[in-house]
């Protein structure tokens, strides 16, 4: 009696789907970091996937649609979750400390992102444009929820503080990863290095919560 492939299940198939929408993620990343971002044709995604690039058009719609999922998939700040957070008594000091901490570990360890950062600041593109307003709409959500009901009518000032820190870190790590660690003295690619700019991080962000 002839042997029959058993048919493959909705679960298989969301699992093959997830699985090469990964894949076709990994080339983008790949490819931005490799050849920058003027390589980021459909028909060099597909390659370097290793898959049809008609799948491409069946998971995303279009390569402008696959950059939007790519970029967003490696921001940090587009998926911090302000609904998430635990109720906090300090006015999100201790949470303000731990986001910039992290944001400055995952974009030097993010090489992908980093080319995102500096195509961001070369070219104009509505993917790019997109990031943007991610981050914004990430960033006001945390302020409605935590900086707003501490600081009051001092919340513009905090925001003013937050965009220093933050581009400041942004700046540290890409200098780092594209035109040397020493930046004012300190390694910034050295464990000590970093940890001193995470205790002038606590430092900064303690000052601003007393005196604000």
């Known amino acids: 009696m002839e ?3 058993k048919p493959t299940t909705t679960t298989g198939r969301e699992k093959n789907k997830e699985k090469s929408k990964q894949e076709i993620l990994d080339a983008v ?6 050849r920058g971002h003027a390589a980021l044709k459909v028909n060099d995604i597909a390659a370097k996937a290793g898959l049809d690039k008609k799948l491409i058009y ?3 719609g279009n390569t402008e649609l696959l950059l939007d999922e790519f970029i967003q998939s490696r921001d940090f700040w587009s998926n911090v979750d302000s609904k998430a957070l635990p109720a906090t008594s300090d006015g999100g000091e201790a949470f303000t400390k731990a986001m910039l901490h992290e944001q400055f570990d ?3 360890e993010n090489r992908e992102f980093q080319h995102v950062l500096l195509w961001r600041l070369s070219q104009q593109r509505s993917s790019l444009q997109k ?13 409605q929820d935590i900086i707003q009901p501490h600081f009051k009518d001092s919340t513009p000032t905090f925001r003013a503080i937050s965009a220093i820190l933050i581009s400041g870190l942004y700046y540290l790590d890409l200098s780092t990863a594209h035109n040397g660690s020493t930046f004012c003295g300190i390694d910034m690619a ?3 290095g970093r940890d001193e700019v995470k205790k002038a991080i606590d430092f900064l962000v303690e000052q601003t919560y007393k005196h604000l």
């Open 106 to 108: 995952i974009i030097f």
């Open 29 to 34: 990343g790949k490819l931005l970091v490799e």
């Open 131 to 143: 990031l943007v307003e991610q981050q914004e709409a990430s960033g006001e959500q945390l302020f």
């Open 190 to 192: 050295s464990p000590e």
């Open 58 to 60: 069946r998971y995303f």
């Open 3 to 5: 042997k029959r492939d």
